[in-house]
């Protein structure tokens, strides 16, 4: 058991080292950065609901708005993020932004409605410090990765698997 609890340990300060070296870019910053890439369709950005993580599981509401990287499409989104692994302490609300990958047919802003799984890890002592890729959505063909440095965010450390269920608000 402390082999696993090293393990975790590890890979969460892993995660966390390499999302200290990113800051949370605004959408617009991310749409403009990444304005030449065939791959990129825009940013997804979240407020995520706060939790307190049980130790093996952890459910956090969101409510989201995509811009496409024309940075004038956009569509709303709401949904669920639920962690399997290590989750301990608790989060407050936060946002996040999440970069926005087609890796195949073409996608408008309402077209990212589905369910997405990857993995996630965060570290959390006042600031909140961590990422997380998820792939999934339409024909398995969206990626997504978020990572960055939030403040006031809560306690807590989390590693594990994410899953994440997002659908277009009517």
């Known amino acids: 058991m402390k082999l696993i609890a090293k393990a975790a340990v590890a890979a969460t300060l892993a995660a966390t080292v390499g999302a200290c070296n990113m800051s949370q870019s605004t959408p617009q910053q991310l749409n403009t950065t990444n ?77 990212l ?15 909140q410090a961590g990422g997380n890729w998820i792939y999934g959505g339409p024909n398995a063909e969206i990626g997504m990765v978020s990572s960055g440095v939030i403040q006031d965010a809560g306690y807590n450390l989390a590693t594990g698997i994410a899953g994440m269920t997002i659908k277009l608000k009517r």
Do not use: M
């Open 35 to 111: 304005a030449n890439s065939r791959i990129y369709i825009g940013s997804l950005s979240c407020n995520v609901g706060g939790s307190t993580g049980y130790v093996l599981a952890s459910r956090k509401t969101l409510d989201c708005v995509f811009l496409g990287k024309d940075g004038i499409q956009s569509a709303q989104y709401t949904g669920t993020i639920d962690k399997v692994g290590i989750d301990i302490g608790y989060t407050k609300a936060v946002h996040t932004i999440w970069r926005v990958y087609s890796l195949g047919s073409d996608r408008g802003p309402s077209d």
């Open 113 to 127: 409605s589905g369910t997405y799984v990857g993995e996630q890890g965060t570290v959390a002592a006042g600031q």
